[in-house]
Protein backbone atom coordinates (compact mmCIF):
# COMPACT_ATOMS: atom_id res chain seq x y z
CA UNK A 1 0.00 0.00 0.00
CA UNK A 2 2.86 2.41 1.01
CA UNK A 3 4.23 1.55 -2.49
CA UNK A 4 0.92 2.81 -4.75
CA UNK A 5 0.88 5.81 -2.29
CA UNK A 6 4.50 6.79 -2.90
CA UNK A 7 4.25 6.10 -6.82
CA UNK A 8 0.68 8.31 -6.87
CA UNK A 9 2.64 10.51 -5.03
CA UNK A 10 5.75 10.82 -7.26
CA UNK A 11 3.99 10.80 -10.42
CA UNK A 12 2.15 14.29 -9.41
CA UNK A 13 4.99 15.93 -8.45
CA UNK A 14 6.27 15.07 -12.02
CA UNK A 15 3.29 16.32 -13.61
CA UNK A 16 3.12 19.84 -10.91
CA UNK A 17 6.72 20.05 -12.65
CA UNK A 18 5.70 19.60 -16.20
CA UNK A 19 2.98 22.10 -15.82
CA UNK A 20 4.94 24.79 -14.01
CA UNK A 21 8.02 24.57 -16.39
CA UNK A 22 5.96 25.93 -19.79
CA UNK A 23 5.29 29.18 -17.18
CA UNK A 24 9.24 29.87 -16.92
CA UNK A 25 10.69 31.83 -19.35
CA UNK A 26 13.08 29.97 -21.21
CA UNK A 27 16.11 32.38 -19.77
CA UNK A 28 15.83 30.74 -16.69
CA UNK A 29 14.93 27.55 -17.79
CA UNK A 30 18.04 27.74 -19.78
CA UNK A 31 19.49 28.79 -16.84
CA UNK A 32 22.92 30.81 -17.80
CA UNK A 33 24.98 29.87 -14.84
CA UNK A 34 25.20 26.05 -15.82
CA UNK A 35 28.45 24.99 -15.49
CA UNK A 36 27.91 22.49 -18.26
CA UNK A 37 28.35 23.14 -22.14
CA UNK A 38 25.10 23.92 -22.86
CA UNK A 39 25.18 26.69 -19.95
CA UNK A 40 28.74 28.05 -21.72
CA UNK A 41 26.71 27.89 -25.82
CA UNK A 42 24.26 29.76 -23.31
CA UNK A 43 26.51 32.55 -22.22
CA UNK A 44 28.50 32.65 -25.33
CA UNK A 45 25.43 33.41 -27.36
CA UNK A 46 24.29 35.68 -24.98
CA UNK A 47 27.80 37.69 -25.43
CA UNK A 48 27.36 37.68 -28.93
CA UNK A 49 23.63 38.28 -28.65
CA UNK A 50 24.22 41.53 -26.23
CA UNK A 51 26.81 42.72 -28.55
CA UNK A 52 25.38 42.38 -31.73
CA UNK A 53 28.17 40.80 -33.19
CA UNK A 54 27.80 39.39 -36.21
CA UNK A 55 29.06 35.86 -37.78
CA UNK A 56 29.00 32.77 -37.59
CA UNK A 57 29.39 29.52 -35.53
CA UNK A 58 32.26 27.02 -35.82
CA UNK A 59 32.09 23.92 -34.62
CA UNK A 60 34.96 21.27 -35.16
CA UNK A 61 34.25 18.06 -34.47
CA UNK A 62 30.44 17.85 -34.22
CA UNK A 63 30.95 13.97 -33.22
CA UNK A 64 27.10 13.15 -32.88
CA UNK A 65 25.95 16.72 -32.82
CA UNK A 66 24.89 17.20 -29.49
CA UNK A 67 27.11 20.41 -29.41
CA UNK A 68 25.54 21.65 -32.68
CA UNK A 69 22.21 20.84 -31.75
CA UNK A 70 22.34 22.50 -28.67
CA UNK A 71 23.66 25.62 -30.15
CA UNK A 72 21.75 26.39 -32.68
CA UNK A 73 18.34 25.28 -30.12
CA UNK A 74 20.32 28.15 -27.74
CA UNK A 75 20.21 30.71 -30.81
CA UNK A 76 16.93 29.73 -31.69
CA UNK A 77 15.85 31.17 -28.17
CA UNK A 78 17.97 33.90 -28.33
CA UNK A 79 16.33 34.49 -32.27
CA UNK A 80 12.92 34.64 -30.78
CA UNK A 81 13.66 37.23 -27.87
CA UNK A 82 14.93 39.37 -30.62
CA UNK A 83 11.59 39.03 -33.06
CA UNK A 84 10.02 39.72 -28.94
CA UNK A 85 11.67 43.62 -28.98
CA UNK A 86 9.62 44.36 -31.72
CA UNK A 87 6.72 44.31 -29.81
CA UNK A 88 8.39 45.88 -26.48
CA UNK A 89 6.23 48.75 -25.16
CA UNK A 90 9.66 50.97 -24.78
CA UNK A 91 10.73 52.48 -28.46
CA UNK A 92 14.32 52.17 -28.09
CA UNK A 93 14.22 48.57 -28.35
CA UNK A 94 12.36 48.63 -31.45
CA UNK A 95 14.73 50.88 -33.25
CA UNK A 96 17.65 48.38 -32.64
CA UNK A 97 18.74 46.82 -35.93
CA UNK A 98 19.58 43.41 -34.62
CA UNK A 99 21.65 40.66 -36.28
CA UNK A 100 19.99 37.88 -37.21
CA UNK A 101 21.62 36.37 -39.74
CA UNK A 102 24.23 33.86 -38.05
CA UNK A 103 25.14 31.13 -39.70
CA UNK A 104 26.61 27.64 -38.43
CA UNK A 105 29.50 25.51 -39.76
CA UNK A 106 30.21 22.03 -38.88
CA UNK A 107 33.58 20.60 -39.25
CA UNK A 108 34.20 16.99 -39.05
CA UNK A 109 35.51 14.03 -40.50
CA UNK A 110 32.36 12.39 -39.96
CA UNK A 111 33.89 9.14 -39.82
CA UNK A 112 35.69 9.12 -36.48
CA UNK A 113 39.24 10.39 -34.91
CA UNK A 114 41.96 10.72 -37.47
CA UNK A 115 45.04 8.72 -37.40
CA UNK A 116 47.65 10.27 -34.83
CA UNK A 117 50.44 9.84 -32.57
CA UNK A 118 49.01 11.72 -29.61
CA UNK A 119 49.26 8.23 -27.38
CA UNK A 120 45.39 8.85 -25.69
CA UNK A 121 43.39 5.60 -26.06
CA UNK A 122 40.28 7.41 -25.71
CA UNK A 123 41.40 9.50 -28.57
CA UNK A 124 42.26 6.73 -30.95
CA UNK A 125 41.85 6.12 -34.97
CA UNK A 126 38.09 5.56 -35.45
CA UNK A 127 36.62 6.23 -32.11
CA UNK A 128 34.03 9.13 -31.63
CA UNK A 129 32.48 8.14 -34.69
CA UNK A 130 29.07 10.14 -35.77
CA UNK A 131 28.17 10.10 -39.29
CA UNK A 132 26.72 12.68 -41.48
CA UNK A 133 23.66 11.50 -41.97
CA UNK A 134 22.93 10.73 -38.06
CA UNK A 135 24.00 14.70 -37.62
CA UNK A 136 21.84 15.65 -40.33
CA UNK A 137 18.49 13.85 -39.59
CA UNK A 138 19.06 15.80 -35.58
CA UNK A 139 19.65 18.85 -37.18
CA UNK A 140 17.02 19.01 -39.33
CA UNK A 141 14.24 18.69 -36.73
CA UNK A 142 15.13 22.21 -35.32
CA UNK A 143 14.00 25.80 -37.04
CA UNK A 144 17.07 27.39 -38.69
CA UNK A 145 18.35 23.76 -39.78
CA UNK A 146 19.55 25.43 -43.15
CA UNK A 147 21.51 27.85 -41.72
CA UNK A 148 24.15 24.66 -41.48
CA UNK A 149 26.60 23.79 -43.30
CA UNK A 150 28.32 20.94 -43.16
CA UNK A 151 32.72 20.23 -43.78
CA UNK A 152 33.60 16.92 -44.26
CA UNK A 153 37.11 15.86 -43.81
CA UNK A 154 40.28 16.60 -41.91
CA UNK A 155 40.78 20.00 -41.19
CA UNK A 156 43.81 20.33 -42.87
CA UNK A 157 42.68 18.54 -46.09
CA UNK A 158 39.29 20.95 -46.51
CA UNK A 159 41.41 24.00 -45.93
CA UNK A 160 43.55 23.30 -48.40
CA UNK A 161 41.15 21.57 -50.60
CA UNK A 162 38.31 23.91 -50.41
CA UNK A 163 40.46 27.46 -50.08
CA UNK A 164 37.54 29.68 -51.87
CA UNK A 165 34.87 28.19 -49.96
CA UNK A 166 36.81 28.63 -46.34
CA UNK A 167 37.84 32.25 -47.80
CA UNK A 168 33.94 33.14 -48.61
CA UNK A 169 32.58 31.48 -44.70
CA UNK A 170 31.39 34.28 -42.39
CA UNK A 171 33.65 35.79 -39.65
CA UNK A 172 33.77 34.00 -36.49
CA UNK A 173 31.14 35.16 -33.64
CA UNK A 174 31.82 31.63 -32.00
CA UNK A 175 33.84 29.20 -32.53
CA UNK A 176 33.66 25.63 -30.68
CA UNK A 177 36.78 23.78 -31.13
CA UNK A 178 35.81 20.48 -29.60
CA UNK A 179 38.65 17.62 -31.44
CA UNK A 180 40.82 17.12 -28.43
CA UNK A 181 43.74 16.70 -30.71
CA UNK A 182 46.72 18.52 -30.53
CA UNK A 183 47.26 18.47 -34.57
CA UNK A 184 43.33 18.87 -35.38
CA UNK A 185 42.63 22.14 -33.09
CA UNK A 186 46.56 23.64 -34.76
CA UNK A 187 44.28 22.70 -38.18
CA UNK A 188 41.05 24.16 -36.88
CA UNK A 189 43.08 27.26 -35.29
CA UNK A 190 44.73 28.14 -38.80
CA UNK A 191 41.31 28.04 -40.78
CA UNK A 192 39.63 30.80 -38.02
CA UNK A 193 42.87 33.06 -37.90
CA UNK A 194 41.87 35.61 -40.32
CA UNK A 195 38.10 35.42 -39.53
CA UNK A 196 38.27 36.21 -35.66
CA UNK A 197 36.93 39.47 -34.82
CA UNK A 198 36.59 41.93 -31.39
CA UNK A 199 35.05 39.70 -29.25
CA UNK A 200 35.05 36.26 -30.71
CA UNK A 201 33.90 33.45 -28.54
CA UNK A 202 36.40 30.46 -28.54
CA UNK A 203 35.50 27.61 -26.81
CA UNK A 204 38.43 25.17 -26.36
CA UNK A 205 35.98 21.87 -24.82
CA UNK A 206 39.29 20.30 -24.41
CA UNK A 207 41.30 22.32 -22.61
CA UNK A 208 42.50 20.32 -19.50
CA UNK A 209 42.70 17.24 -22.13
CA UNK A 210 46.01 15.42 -21.23
CA UNK A 211 45.80 15.90 -17.33
CA UNK A 212 46.23 19.79 -18.33
CA UNK A 213 49.86 19.25 -19.41
CA UNK A 214 50.62 22.77 -21.77
CA UNK A 215 53.29 20.77 -24.38
CA UNK A 216 49.98 18.68 -25.05
CA UNK A 217 46.74 18.72 -26.98
CA UNK A 218 44.69 21.84 -27.43
CA UNK A 219 46.68 23.77 -24.80
CA UNK A 220 49.96 23.37 -27.11
CA UNK A 221 48.13 24.52 -29.87
CA UNK A 222 46.78 27.46 -28.43
CA UNK A 223 49.87 28.44 -26.94
CA UNK A 224 51.88 27.68 -30.79
CA UNK A 225 49.40 30.23 -32.44
CA UNK A 226 49.05 32.92 -29.78
CA UNK A 227 52.83 32.83 -30.63
CA UNK A 228 52.87 32.83 -33.94
CA UNK A 229 50.40 35.58 -34.08
CA UNK A 230 50.85 37.76 -31.59
CA UNK A 231 48.50 40.55 -32.61
CA UNK A 232 45.83 38.59 -31.14
CA UNK A 233 45.27 38.55 -27.14
CA UNK A 234 42.92 35.93 -25.62
CA UNK A 235 41.01 36.79 -22.73
CA UNK A 236 39.95 34.31 -19.97
CA UNK A 237 36.19 34.03 -20.22
CA UNK A 238 34.83 31.19 -18.29
CA UNK A 239 35.24 27.75 -17.20
CA UNK A 240 32.95 24.93 -17.83
CA UNK A 241 31.97 21.41 -17.90
CA UNK A 242 35.01 19.06 -17.14
CA UNK A 243 37.65 19.87 -19.16
CA UNK A 244 36.34 23.25 -21.13
CA UNK A 245 37.71 26.75 -21.47
CA UNK A 246 36.39 29.73 -23.06
CA UNK A 247 38.39 32.71 -24.40
CA UNK A 248 37.37 36.69 -25.78
CA UNK A 249 39.21 37.32 -28.65
CA UNK A 250 41.24 40.87 -28.65
CA UNK A 251 43.76 42.51 -30.83
CA UNK A 252 47.06 44.30 -29.61
CA UNK A 253 45.68 44.58 -26.69
CA UNK A 254 47.43 44.10 -23.07
CA UNK A 255 46.03 41.39 -20.43
CA UNK A 256 43.32 42.80 -18.28
Not at 110 to 137: A, C, H, R, W
Request: glycine residues 6%; aromatic residues 12%.
Amino acid sequence: MMNIIKKIQNKIILLVRSQTIRFIPNYIRADQNRNDRSGALYKAWGHIISNNIEGAYYEFGVYKGDCLSESLRIYNDYYNWILSQKNSDEEWRKKIQWYVDHQFYAFDTYEGMPKNDEGSDIFQEGSFVGTLDEVTKRINSLKHSKRVSYLKGEFSKVHREQPQEIENLDKVAIANIDCDLYQSTKDALEIIKDKLQQGTVLLMDDWDHFCADNSKGQRKALKEFLEKNNHIYLEDYIIYSFVGKAFIVHFNDQPI
